[in-house]
């Protein structure tokens, strides 16, 4: 995996008459190891002498020509290899909205590493001045390459049938530890509101997730195992940037997932999932816990998490044993007769926004 590593350039520019140049990545910006090696340039400029009209001055910038290159495998592995992407912490994003949101915004601009970016990209009719103009706040700011290049290298460096012409190599965020005496003291709400993916698998229903997380105000998202990778560029381009903005825990076991959500202060039984089952006699009780419409929780008066299953096939049966123990609650968004389930995206956000809408009412009879 030594490839993975930290390979990106600081060197300063030099003419393409050179042989080559040394991309070494500063020990300073990163953990992690890194190697040096080098991008050979073509000897003719890939663009002609210009500054986009935000001032970006394409001629600082080094070229990359070369589908072949090692940054271009790098691209390439990051893109398609989730053990990549969580060996080295490291993900792809691409497309100029993405990229522009996220480099405005300072707490995501920090996780920038690379850059690569065609001419006709900085020349888009709608978004290329806003784009030359983030890139620049990249370069004043010295902590990554910006590189142009050339259209071949762009399509190699993608995922995409037809790239937008920015791609970029980012960190992914730590993991999500529970809120900050900070955080605490600052909040607007008493309790905290986590989403789980049970083995949730498509990349669109995991970004629509995150989105509608983001939007209602959730403290995190928690991904059981088998769920797919959160850091995929696909999941993060259906995100639209949220992947950023809603702080994301993977946990290996239902146990561990147990654990970590009664250290934030969640209690089995303000643990929902999504299902109409509900529980069976519990330890020879008599009590029988019936799936609850999402309308008829309340869901501000505690610290809560919704569980929410894989397209298909739902919760897992360890999710599902779980609620027929009585070990935690279900919960249902009810439907006219002949609809037999939900959309895992839509039934999942349909219960975030009435969480979102209890919170607001909260709010405002508080004032």
């Not at 003419?15 to 990163?30: E, K």
């Not at 142009?148 to 530890?177: F, H, R, S």
């Not at 993916?197 to 059981?224: E, H, M, Q, W």
């Amino acid at each position: 995996m030594a490839l993975i590593m930290n390979i990106f350039a600081m060197a300063q520019y030099r003419p393409l008459t050179c042989s080559a140049l040394s991309l070494d990545f500063p020990r300073h910006l990163s953990s992690r190891p890194f190697i040096s090696f080098s991008v050979t340039p073509t000897r003719t400029r890939l663009f002609s002498s210009h500054s986009t009209p935000s001032g970006l001055d394409v001629d600082s910038l080094q070229e990359i020509s070369s589908t072949k290159s090692k940054t271009v495998k790098l691209y390439q592995t990051l893109s398609s290899k989730s053990k990549a992407r969580n060996q080295n912490q490291m993900t792809i994003l691409e497309g100029h909205r993405l990229v522009i949101d996220t480099i405005y915004n300072d707490k995501t601009r920090s996780l920038y590493k690379d850059v690569l970016v065609t001419w006709d990209a900085l020349n888009h009719p709608q978004l290329g001045e806003k784009l030359s103009s983030r890139l620049q706040m990249l370069v004043d700011e010295g902590q990554c390459n910006v590189r142009l290049a050339a259209d071949n290298v762009m399509k190699a460096a993608c995922d995409t049938v037809t790239p937008q012409g920015v791609v970029a190599v980012v960190d992914i965020p730590p993991p999500y530890e529970g809120q900050t005496e900070i955080e605490r003291e600052t909040s607007s709400k008493d309790h905290t509101f986590f989403i789980v993916f049970d083995g949730i698998s498509d990349p669109g229903n995991v970004g629509t997730l995150l989105r509608s997380a983001f939007s209602v105000g959730a403290d995190a998202i928690i991904a059981l195992p088998n769920t797919c990778d959160l850091w995929s560029p696909k999941a993060i381009r259906s995100a639209m940037g949220t992947s950023f903005q809603v702080p994301v825990r993977s946990v290996q076991s239902w146990d561990e997932c147990l654990t970590f959500m009664e250290s934030c202060g969640v209690t089995n039984d303000k643990i929902y999932a999504a299902t109409m089952e509900g529980s069976e006699k519990a330890n020879g009780a008599e009590l029988v816990y019936e799936s609850k419409p999402h309308d008829n929780i309340h869901w501000t008066d505690h610290s809560s998490a919704l569980i929410l299953g894989r397209e298909g096939t739902g919760l897992t049966s360890e999710i599902r044993k779980a609620v027929a123990e009585g070990q935690i609650r279900s919960v249902h968004v009810p439907m006219e007769p002949g609809i037999e389930s939900l959309n895992a995206a839509v039934c999942g956000s349909v219960i975030m926004f009435e969480y979102h809408r209890q919170c607001r009412a909260f709010n405002s009879s508080e004032k």
